[in-house]
């Protein structure tokens, strides 16, 4: 027994010894390539075994032939751990470039592209979750062009309906002036119905400005969806006389929702306004609410002839107006940015699909 505590002893010290070089050694080429480090761990092994072998070796008096034997048989056993070691260290090394290359390359705006080799576990999950990165990366890269094309449209758009309005106004301003007019009213009547256009326009800019700065405060109430969309039916209605389109809102169920009030209704004053003028004369726009599992669902449905497939996710981007073919003559692009800004700022959707004959715009609220 004393004798095999002696033999684990001495090859306990020659291990610790190899042990704590290679700590050392470990330490010195931490940043080295991965090749050395396994070339350093492959020895340590190898030298641990050697040299606690040889300590019992010595501790026994072996004689030399024994010795030799010994130490040779260790020492080819050494050889073929750091071969195999090193050609590890090419082969994982190899495949790290692989990926450091492949990653560079979507770093610098391309796509990535793995990697064909085989490649380790730890690598190949390191491949996944880069690959991952990069279709997050062309999604953010795809909605920033899609955001900076709309900002283009919006400022090309806004200049555009701005300056029609001020050259009318300083035209018939003139004519005041100038005491060329000759009907006075008329023309006062004309500037009053231009400055409050412009007045809708630039609160609609204001309102999208808050929005999109976080600072659009919400004053929630607890109301009936059937009293928010009777008061926006009322308000729509002049407007739908006025363009010979029939207002629909006989599907209303009495569901309580938590929303400001006054931003509810001027979502739903946006879809229908936007809806009446998309609709041509004796059509007809349904509003519809009910309950559903994620919520309570208000819908506006109108008969605008429905929306190309390739526009409907920019719909309600700011600045989209569609095509010049139904582009009405006023507004800017901003109401269905305001309607969606306003919605998910409670916390809710909105949608727009197509429909036999036009388009349906969904808000999805959260129940009270």
């Not at 009213?185 to 400055?195: A, D, F, K, M, S």
Request: glycine share 8%.
């Amino acid at each position: 027994m004393t004798d095999t505590l002696l033999i684990a002893l001495f090859a306990f010290l020659g291990a610790a010894a190899a042990g704590l070089l290679g700590a050392f050694a470990l330490r010195l080429t931490r940043h080295r390539p991965l090749a050395v480090s396994l070339s350093i761990v492959a020895a340590v092994a190898v030298t641990a075994m050697l040299a606690g072998t040889l300590a019992v070796a010595w501790a026994m008096f072996l004689s030399p032939h024994d010795l030799t034997v010994v130490t040779t048989v260790v020492a080819m056993a050494a050889v073929v751990s750091l071969v195999t070691a090193m050609l590890l260290g090419r082969w994982v090394a190899a495949r790290s470039r692989e990926l450091t290359l492949a990653a560079r390359s979507f770093g610098d705006g391309g796509t990535f592209a793995p990697p064909e080799a085989p490649a380790t576990a730890e690598l190949a999950a390191l491949t996944r979750e880069l690959a991952a990165t990069s279709a997050k990366l062309d999604s953010s890269r795809a909605r920033e062009r899609a955001l900076e094309t709309s900002r283009r449209e919006l400022v090309a758009w806004i200049s555009h309906d701005l300056r029609t309005p001020l050259a009318g106004l300083r035209a018939m301003s003139e004519a005041l002036e100038d005491g060329v007019a000759a009907d006075s009213p008329r023309y006062l009547r004309q500037i009053r119905t231009e400055v409050e256009r412009m007045n809708d326009m630039v609160g609609d800019l204001f309102e999208l400005s808050r929005i999109h700065a976080g600072s659009l405060a919400l004053t929630p109430t607890r109301v009936s969806v059937y009293d928010l969309v009777g008061d926006a039916l009322a308000g729509a209605d002049p407007l739908a006389r006025e363009h010979g389109v029939r207002l629909v809102g006989g599907r209303i169920e009495e569901v309580p929702v938590e929303v400001d009030g006054k931003e509810m209704s001027r979502v739903l004053g946006n879809l229908l306004i936007n809806a009446i003028r998309r609709t041509p004369a004796d059509g007809t726009v349904a509003v519809a609410a009910h309950r559903a599992p994620e919520g309570v669902v208000l819908s506006v449905t109108d008969g605008c002839g429905g929306i190309p497939e390739e526009d409907l996710p920019r719909v309600f981007d700011t600045g989209w107006r569609g095509s010049h073919a139904r582009t009405p003559p006023a507004g800017a692009g901003l109401g269905l940015a305001i309607v969606r800004g306003i919605v998910e700022a409670h916390a809710g959707r909105a949608e727009v699909r197509n429909v036999t004959g036009g388009c349906c715009f969904e808000v999805t609220l959260p129940t009270a």
